[in-house]
């Protein structure tokens, strides 16, 4: 079943602009991390936020987290044309202590 | 750097053989995983292990078979291969939890199978 569910599907923007795609889940977590994705390839893992954090930054990316809602966002900022990859949100839930649920994934497009 | 590596990139199969995808991992990580992907879809789990011999059934995993004979290599197996087991077969591994880092997965790069 699908926990997360990333929105938009598929976004398309200029080099420089900043990138935001969310990710709604149903359940209750331990964690949600954002994994990125070039065509092809397996996945890498950016970022991780857990369920008692509200922020996290790494470099240019920006992860926000509202239990409340059952929503995350990733903010990437000032975007760079290499940055044009799938991007999955995957929530570890309260009751797995291994597992991760994906979602369908957001495919940023970054025009030079 | 962990390192997680997949026996074939891309792989063609016949309807009704037996295929066998490998995966090993060189960070001595107790938790593996397959995943397969499909357009739409995202990532769903097969089946996981979080030790030697040790397997669980994750969201989909009719039509497949694991096996997990030491630590670093997690197989996964197609008894009898069919058309709508078309897809790309990603690998994952992880350490505990409750160590550091311990929730990250690390994956491979991927089996790209077709079964004609």
Redesign the interface.
Request: no cysteine.
């Given at each position: 079943s699908q926990q997360g569910e990333e929105d938009p599907q598929a976004l398309s923007i200029q080099e420089g602009e900043n990138a935001t795609m969310n990710c709604s889940y149903k359940t209750s977590i331990n964690n949600l991390q954002w994994y990125r994705q070039n065509s092809g390839r397996g996945l890498v893992h950016l970022i991780l936020i857990r369920s008692n954090e509200r922020e996290k930054h790494s470099g240019r990316l920006r992860v926000t987290l509202d239990t409340s809602k059952k929503s995350s966002s990733l903010l990437i900022t000032a975007s760079r044309a290499a940055d044009t990859a799938s991007y999955f949100c995957a929530t570890m839930t309260s009751g797995s202590a291994r597992q991760l649920t994906f979602g369908s994934g957001t495919q940023l497009t970054v025009l030079p | 750097d962990v390192k997680?590596t997949q026996s074939s990139r891309y792989l063609v199969k016949r309807t009704g053989e037996k295929v066998f995808l490998e995966c090993v991992q060189d960070m001595d990580h107790e938790?593996m995983?397959w995943?397969r992907q499909d357009p739409?879809?995202?990532?769903?789990?097969i089946y996981?292990s979080?030790d030697v011999k040790m397997k669980e059934k994750?969201?989909i995993p009719e039509g497949y078979s694991v096996s997990r004979e030491k630590k670093e290599r997690f197989s996964l197996i197609l008894e009898s291969a069919s058309t709508n087991q078309t897809s790309m077969y990603?690998c994952?591994s992880?350490s505990?939890?409750w160590t550091s880092g311990g929730?990250?997965?690390?994956?491979?790069?991927?089996t790209?199978l077709t079964v004609l």
């Open positions: - | 997680v938790n995983f995943y739409g879809l995202g990532l769903r789990l996981f979080y994750g969201d990603l994952a992880s505990p939890p929730n990250e997965q690390f994956f491979g790069p991927g790209r």
